[in-house]
Nanobody
Framework: QVQLVESGGGLVQAGGSLRLSCAAS????????MGWFRQAPGKEREFVAA????????VNTNSVKGRFTISRDNAKNTIYLQMNSLQPEDTAVYYC?????????????????WGQGTQVTVSS
């Protein structure tokens, strides 16, 4: 069992930055693939980024490449999402997720555990 708690969301102007954190409980955290997803009002939850259990491999969705960076610190049971050059279209609730997948995947169905989400609002 893994419990996830996100933090770091807030209101920021376009062009600004935020860093999201996701703290995980559970002794097997380091064995999970971790991901960030987001959901805007009226839209489906979409993939943002994922990172392998070791942190050695990452993947981002095209719309955030060059702006967002996912990372993890297994010693702290925490993953991060550094978001730079934020745009109004990045406004959403951001969720972290954990999956005993063994590879990087973008589908919500592949992840077993989810946090409660943190709101990110980017004003123009």
């Amino acid at each position: 069992q893994v419990q996830l708690v996100e933090s770091g969301g807030g209101l920021v102007q376009a062009g600004g930055s935020l860093r999201l954190s996701c703290a995980a409980s559970g002794r097997t955290f380091s064995s999970y693939t971790m991901g960030w997803f987001r959901q805007a009002p009226g839209k489906e939850r979409e993939f943002v980024a994922a990172i392998s259990w070791s942190g050695g491999t990452t993947v981002n969705t095209n719309s955030v490449k060059g702006r967002f960076t996912i990372s993890r610190d297994n010693a702290k049971n925490t993953i991060y999402l550094q978001m730079n050059s934020l745009q109004p279209e990045d406004t959403a609730v951001y969720y972290c997720a954990a999956g005993a997948i063994g590879r990087l995947v973008t589908s919500t169905k592949s992840y077993d555990y989810w946090g409660q989400g943190t709101q990110v609002t980017v004003s123009s």
